[in-house]
């Protein structure tokens, strides 16, 4: 069962997590579907985001705004918002703003999987 | 997702099922039988345009003008109207309640369709000039009067905000004589809401530190309070800015500084350009974020470079992002120059795939002067120290 929006692939992986795919891009123009789509999400119950930067190569302000949303959101609820196959665009903007104190990283969509699990 | 909706008002089942299928390729369409049904359509969501027949059951398309006219947030919906009656007196009648366009059944598709974006597009363009008047508006608040100045140094600014650009902000403010603060940061998100958010957030700053300076002159107090007041007032929740706090006390040439995840700073002098590195988290995502203040001494020639995201999200010739190390690099080559921060801003302009900045580039240059200095202390003991710091020419 997979749901798309816009560039985003929203694929359920238990009852509370879901693997979020960013497509090319995540910045001001899709920024607010983005929210849209998590915020739907976050209604239907799902506590955990892994949000898959495999193909990522632009990542704005905006959309690193939505993702922050997305944070302060589920993290009163003990939800989790983590990072897998980080490319280095997507990279470069969390080591400037120092988030990677917040936003856990795994190399593969699969080991973040299995760390929220 | 609303940006470009249609309502369509059409009690013939056949054409308003084409109308939904033609314009739904281009448009998020809705769709409704009379006049009773779209009012109940516009409560739920307003459209960007109505294309209504007149002739309907229950309340006709004049009768649904007329009711959109009584309302302020509907008075202003573009109206098309779309009719079999193409007699001069219902053409009349429809002018003059305030009709955007009057089209008579039967009707070329394409002709609805490239009217349709006619007026889309003007009204697009009527919202853009708004936004960019107020957003312009903003921009100039957020900017400094004046630039501290003290004795043997030169503080430079340049920025440019983009017409849609985002949420920069700069301050500088003396609370006491000898000590200056500088704020320069950059409120996430684009366009209006952010340059909004910008506006109030300065505000919110300002006063804090209002509040603060007569207890503490930490940087890193002031910002770990700003923070509180992201996470914890209910108008700022979805705000996170980051944020450059720099305490500047000239007379002993000392910069202090804390830093919540905005770009780092360059330090650059006779010997080179370097990233000022140490840095903290991005406000507004984490309570329990702690700051720290770092300190350094501004050397005699050695400037202190503080900038937007907009300058290291410029993209260059070579397809990548300027970044940090290609700030390093045109600072490089501007330092020294009569007027660094122009010098460094049109090289890097140079080596850009566009000849303008993509985004709002905002630039602080504070440099301690190396001749000044010198001749504050009375000639330099030349003889007898080899390591002294001058150019021997």
Known sequence: MQATTMNFTIEPITHDSVVIRIGKALDFRNAADFKAGAQEQVRSGVRNFILDFTETGILDSTGLGSIFSLYRQVSPMSGQVVFASVSRPVQVVVQLTRTYKVFRQFPTVEAARDAIR | ?393
Request: aromatic share 8%; proline share 6%.
């Open chain 2, 1 to 393: 997702m609303s940006q470009h909706s249609i309502l369509i008002v059409e009690d013939e089942h056949t054409l308003r099922r084409l109308l939904e299928y033609r314009l739904g390729k281009q448009y998020n369409v809705r769709t409704a039988a009379n006049g009773e049904e779209a009012l109940e359509r516009i409560k739920e969501e307003v459209p960007r345009l109505i294309i209504s027949d007149i002739m309907m059951p229950k309340m006709d398309g004049f009768a649904l003008q007329a009711a959109l006219q009584e309302m302020d947030h509907t008075k202003a919906i573009p109206f098309i109207f779309l009719t079999a009656k193409a007699d001069e007196a219902s053409r009349l009648k429809g002018r003059r309640t305030g009709v955007d366009d009057y089209i008579t059944k039967p009707f070329d598709i394409d002709q609805l369709l490239s009217r349709v974006d006619r007026l889309l597009e003007r009204t697009a363009q009527f919202q853009n000039q708004l936004d960019a008047k107020i957003g312009q508006d903003f921009s100039q608040k957020l900017m400094p009067k004046k630039m501290p100045s003290a004795p043997g140094y030169r503080a430079l600014f340049h920025s440019a905000p983009k017409e849609h650009g985002g949420g920069d902000i700069f301050d500088a403010t003396q609370p006491r004589p000898g000590t200056y603060f500088i704020t320069i940061g950059d409120v996430m998100g684009k366009g209006l809401q952010a340059k909004f958010y910008a506006f109030s957030f300065l505000g919110y700053i300002r006063s804090t530190m209002h509040a603060m300076l007569r207890n503490t002159s930490s940087p890193a107090e002031l910002m770990t309070r700003v923070n509180q007041v992201l996470m914890d007032d209910p108008p700022l929740e979805d705000t996170f800015a980051s944020l450059l706090l720099i305490r500047w006390e000239p007379e002993r040439n000392l910069i202090t500084y804390a830093n919540a995840g905005h770009c780092r700073p360059v330090l650059i002098g006779p010997r080179g350009a370097e990233i000022v590195p140490y840095s903290d988290m991005i406000l507004g995502l984490d309570a329990g974020a702690t700051f720290k203040d770092t300190s350094l001494v501004l050397q005699p020639g050695s400037a202190l470079i503080s900038y937007t995201d907009g300058l290291l999200e410029q993209v260059m010739k070579s397809g990548e992002q300027l970044g940090e190390e290609g700030i390093l690099q045109h600072a490089n080559s501007a330092y020294g120059k009569a007027d660094p921060v122009q010098s460094l801003l049109t090289s890097v302009l140079d080596d850009s795939v566009e000849s303008k900045f993509g985004d709002d580039v905002l630039m602080f240059w504070l440099e301690r002067e190396a001749s000044k200095d010198r001749q504050s202390r009375g000639p330099a003991p030349r003889w007898f120290s080899p390591f002294s710091e001058g150019t021997e020419s």
